[in-house]
């Protein structure tokens, strides 16, 4: 069974934490465990995206987007979308890399990660976490 949920946050810095709580909560109403190791991931690659945003999203840019998606195998897809322009992948690396930990979180936690245009709409910054069995 696939489920999904999106929603749409303040660019602010409390909606960080307000980002983790739902994506929390959608994945332990679909089952995941409080104690569930794709879900642990699932909040902090979350937190990590969604701090990027708030820090270096388009200035004029009032929101930003979550999504969650809880597939079949127990493996989470995280993606959060905003109003900026696709850069290339090794120019989001070298900003995050001057910026903090986040990237090296990231690939150190997500089975796969990365960047999809939205067109003139922005872009959304993915990862996949993998169930653990």
Do not use: Y
Request: proline share 5%.
């Amino acid at each position: 069974m696939l489920r999904r949920n999106s929603f749409r946050l303040p660019r602010h810095p409390a909606s960080v934490g307000l980002a983790r709580r739902r994506v929390r909560d959608h994945l332990a109403d679909w089952g995941h465990g409080p104690d569930d190791p794709a879900l642990q991931d699932a909040v902090l690659l979350v937190s990590e995206l969604a701090t990027n945003v708030v820090r270096h999203g388009p200035l004029l840019e009032r929101e930003f987007e979550v999504a969650v998606t809880a597939l079949a195998d127990g493996s989470c897809l995280i993606e959060v979308s905003d109003e900026g322009q696709l850069v290339p992948r090794l120019r989001v690396v070298e900003e995050w890399e001057e910026t903090g930990r986040g990237l090296h979180l990231v690939e150190g936690i997500a089975a796969a990660w990365g960047v999809w245009t939205r067109g003139r709409h922005g872009k959304t910054v993915w990862a996949l976490v993998m169930a653990n069995t």
